[in-house]
C-alpha cells in the first residue's frame, strides 16, 4: 500500500511539474527542434532569400505580437507602480534601483576589460584576415549623448510611441575661392589666392527614426505617476484606468505565450539558414569565447553573489524562476520585446512585489546593459589589439566610461550595440570603421548578451524589494494595501463605503473594506 501511495504521489508531483512548467519545457523543447530543423533545411533543401523570408514568417509574427504590448505594458505599469508609492518609498525605490544598475554595469565593464587583456584574442590575428560585414554607423560621441538627453524630453508623446530623436551633421559649404587680378603693363599676370579652411564646419539637422522612445515614455510616466499619487481622491479614476489597462496587458501576454514555442522554433531555424559564412565563427572563435565565458562569469558568479549577500537566498532558485524569460531573451535577443514575459516570471515564479516589478523592470530593460558594457568593453580592445594599437591606463578608464555610458543609451532592440560600439572606439581613437569587423557574429553574441541583461533586471527587483522590504510593510500597515496585490481595486464602492476616507498626508486612505489607498508621493 506505501509503495503505491508512494508511486502515486510521485506521478502526482511529475502532473503538477509538468503543469507548472510546460511553457518552459515547450520553449526548450522548440529551441531544440529550430536548430535540427535548420540544420536540415540548410544541408537538404536550397531555398532562395525569398524563400527563407517566407520560412521565417512565423518568427516574425511572434516578434510583432510581443511588440504589440511593450508599450501599454510600459505606459500602465509605469504610471501605477510610481503612484501606488508613497514620497519616502518611491525616491528610495529609485535610488536603490539606479545604484545597482551603475555598479553591475561598471563590474561587467572591469570583468570584460581582464578577461580581454589575459586572453588576447587579437594579437595572434590582423585585421586584414578578418571579413568586414555591414556598413559604419555615422555617429559622433557628443550627438548620441545629446539626442540622449532630447529623447528624455520628447516634443509629441505620440510621436514618441513609435520614433525616436536623431541628429544628423551636414557638412556645410566652404567659402568660395577668391581672385585677385593685378595688371602691369604691357604683360597681365593672374595671381590665385585660395583660402583654404582646415576644420570643416557642421550644421546639425534633426530626423526621427523608427522604434519607441521608451525613455521618453518612462520619464513622462514617473512625472505623471507622481502626479496622479498627488491628486489623491481625484487621481483615483485614473489609477483604476491605469491598472486595468495593465491586469489587460498581462492577460494578453498569456495568451501570446501559448503561441511563444512555435515562433521560437521558426526563429532559430530561419536565422541558421541565412547565416552564410560560418567560417567566420572559426576565425572569430577566441574572441568569442572571450566574451562569452565573461558574460557566464557574470551571469553565474557576479550577480549571484551580490544577489545572496543582500537577499540571502539562493540565486540559483531565483534564476530558474525567471527561465522562461532567458530563454526568451536569448531568442528574440531584445530586452523591451522580453519585458512582458521578465514582468510575469518576477510576479509569478519569484513573488517580487508588484510595486517594485512595475517600477524596476521598465527603466531596467532601458538602462541596465550589463552584457552590452561587458561585450563593447572586450570589442574596442579586441579591434585595439588587431591594430596593434598600444592602450595605455589613461585610455583603458576612458573604454570602461565610455563602454558604461554608451551601454545606458543603447535602446533595448536588436543590434543597439553596434552604434554604440563606435562611440567607444572613436573615444580612444581607434578606427570606427573597424567595428564591421565583428558584425558576422553580432548576431550571436547579442543574443547572449541580452539574456544576461534580462537577468540582471531580474536580480535587480529581487535586491531592491529586499531593501525596502521595511518601507513596503510600512506601508502596507498605514494604509491596509492588500500585500498580494496592491493594485486590486474593488469592482464597486457603495455610498457608505465612500464616505469612509479619511484624508492624511495630502493624499488619501481608505478604509479596510477597501482594497487599495493613495498615500502622498513626490518626485525622487
Not at 572559426?282 to 562569469?297: N, P
Not at 563606435?422 to 578606427?431: D, Q
Request: charged share 20%.
Amino acid at each position: 500500500m506505501e509503495m503505491m501511495s508512494n508511486k502515486e504521489r510521485r506521478g502526482v508531483n511529475v502532473k503538477r511539474l509538468l503543469k507548472r512548467n510546460w511553457l518552459l519545457i515547450a520553449t526548450v523543447m522548440s529551441v531544440l527542434l529550430g536548430i535540427g530543423l535548420g540544420v536540415l533545411v540548410r544541408e537538404y533543401a536550397s531555398l532562395s532569400h525569398l524563400d527563407k523570408q517566407y520560412f521565417g514568417f512565423p518568427g516574425e509574427i511572434l516578434m510583432r505580437m510581443l511588440k504589440l504590448v511593450i508599450l501599454p505594458l510600459i505606459i500602465s505599469s509605469m504610471i501605477t507602480g510610481v503612484a501606488a508609492l508613497d514620497s519616502e518609498v518611491s525616491g528610495k525605490i529609485g535610488l536603490r534601483a539606479v545604484i545597482y544598475y551603475f555598479s553591475t554595469t561598471i563590474i561587467a565593464v572591469i570583468l570584460g576589460i581582464i578577461l580581454v587583456m589575459t586572453i588576447k584574442p587579437g594579437v595572434s590575428q590582423t585585421a586584414e584576415h578578418i571579413d568586414r560585414t555591414g556598413t559604419t554607423p555615422n555617429v559622433t560621441t557628443v550627438d548620441t549623448l545629446l539626442d540622449l538627453v532630447r529623447n528624455m524630453f520628447p516634443e509629441n508623446l505620440v510621436q514618441a510611441c513609435f520614433q525616436q530623436y536623431k541628429t544628423k551633421r551636414k557638412e556645410l559649404e566652404p567659402p568660395s575661392v577668391s581672385v585677385n587680378t593685378t595688371s602691369i603693363p604691357p604683360l597681365t599676370t593672374t595671381i590665385m589666392t585660395v583660402v583654404e579652411n582646415i576644420t570643416k564646419d557642421y550644421q546639425i539637422t534633426g530626423t526621427y527614426s523608427d522604434g519607441i522612445n521608451v525613455l521618453g515614455l518612462i520619464v513622462f510616466c514617473v512625472a505623471f505617476g507622481l502626479v496622479i499619487g498627488k491628486m489623491g481622491e481625484k487621481g483615483r479614476i485614473l489609477l483604476e484606468f491605469f491598472d486595468a489597462l495593465n491586469e489587460a496587458t498581462m492577460k494578453l501576454v498569456q495568451i501570446i505565450m501559448c503561441y511563444m514555442p512555435v515562433g521560437i522554433l521558426f526563429l532559430i531555424a530561419a536565422k541558421i539558414i541565412e547565416v552564410e559564412d560560418w567560417d567566420i565563427f572559426r576565425k572569430m572563435g577566441l574572441y568569442m569565447v572571450t566574451v562569452l565565458s565573461g558574460l557566464a562569469i557574470h551571469a553565474l558568479v557576479c550577480l549571484p553573489l551580490i544577489f545572496f549577500i543582500i537577499v540571502r537566498k539562493n540565486p540559483y532558485t531565483f534564476t530558474l524562476g525567471m527561465a522562461q524569460a532567458l530563454v526568451t531573451a536569448l531568442m528574440i535577443s531584445s530586452s523591451s520585446a522580453t519585458l512582458p514575459v521578465t514582468f510575469r516570471c518576477a510576479e509569478e515564479n519569484n513573488r517580487i512585489d508588484k510595486r517594485v516589478t512595475r517600477f524596476v523592470l521598465p527603466v531596467g530593460a532601458t538602462i541596465n546593459m550589463d552584457g552590452t558594457a561587458l561585450y563593447e568593453a572586450v570589442a574596442a580592445i579586441f579591434i585595439a589589439q588587431l591594430n596593434d594599437y598600444p592602450l595605455d591606463v589613461g585610455q583603458i578608464v576612458t573604454i570602461s566610461i565610455t563602454a558604461t555610458v554608451a551601454s545606458i543609451g543603447a535602446a533595448g532592440v536588436p543590434n543597439a550595440g553596434l552604434v554604440t560600439m563606435v562611440i567607444v572606439l572613436t573615444a580612444v581613437g581607434l578606427p570606427a570603421s573597424d567595428v564591421t569587423l565583428i558584425v558576422a557574429v553580432d548576431w550571436l553574441l547579442d543574443r547572449f548578451r541580452t539574456m544576461i541583461n534580462v537577468l540582471g533586471d531580474a536580480y535587480g527587483a529581487g535586491i531592491v524589494q529586499k531593501l525596502s522590504k521595511r518601507e513596503l510593510e510600512r506601508m502596507d500597515l498605514t494604509s491596509d494595501v492588500d500585500v498580494a496585490n496592491p493594485f486590486a481595486l474593488e469592482a464597486t464602492l457603495d455610498d457608505d463605503e465612500c464616505e469612509k476616507k479619511s484624508y492624511v498626508n495630502g493624499g488619501f486612505t481608505v478604509d479596510k473594506t477597501d482594497a487599495i489607498s493613495f498615500t502622498e508621493t513626490s518626485q525622487f
